[in-house]
């Protein structure tokens, strides 16, 4: 009886498909930021983890600072659902509150 170890390939290649997110502008919305992550997770073959690391790579300005305080996406059995779930308030509502701090400054 043989053993082989099996190989998945992870298609890394697919990150340029995702284009980086701060939600300030009108025509990239977070439901289409998932929506190319999740798709190129999918055919890439990424692990939850992967996707959700690759996910915090692309996120700037406040989501990317929101992402870094958020305690629970950087447990080890995190995933992007933890982020969709957080991101729909406390992204928006972190932006908004920078939006409204810069424009008093």
């Known amino acids: 009886m043989s053993l082989e170890a099996r190989t998945v390939q992870k298609y890394l290649s697919l990150i340029s498909l995702i284009p980086r997110w701060s939600g300030s502008e009108p025509t990239?919305?977070?439901?289409?930021?998932?929506?190319t992550?999740?798709?190129?997770?999918?055919?890439?073959?990424?692990?939850?983890?992967?996707?959700?690391?690759?996910?915090?790579?692309?996120?700037?300005?406040?989501?990317?600072?929101f992402y870094q305080g958020c305690i629970e996406v950087h447990m080890r059995d995190a995933s992007l659902n933890i982020l969709k779930r957080y991101s729909g308030n406390g992204i928006r509502t972190s932006i908004r509150t920078s939006t409204i701090t810069r424009g008093y400054r």
């Open 28 to 35: 990239n919305s977070l439901e289409e930021f998932t929506l």
């Open 37 to 65: 992550l999740e798709a190129s997770s999918r055919i890439g073959r990424w692990e939850p983890k992967d996707t959700l690391e690759i996910a915090a790579l692309k996120l700037e300005g406040c989501p990317g600072v």
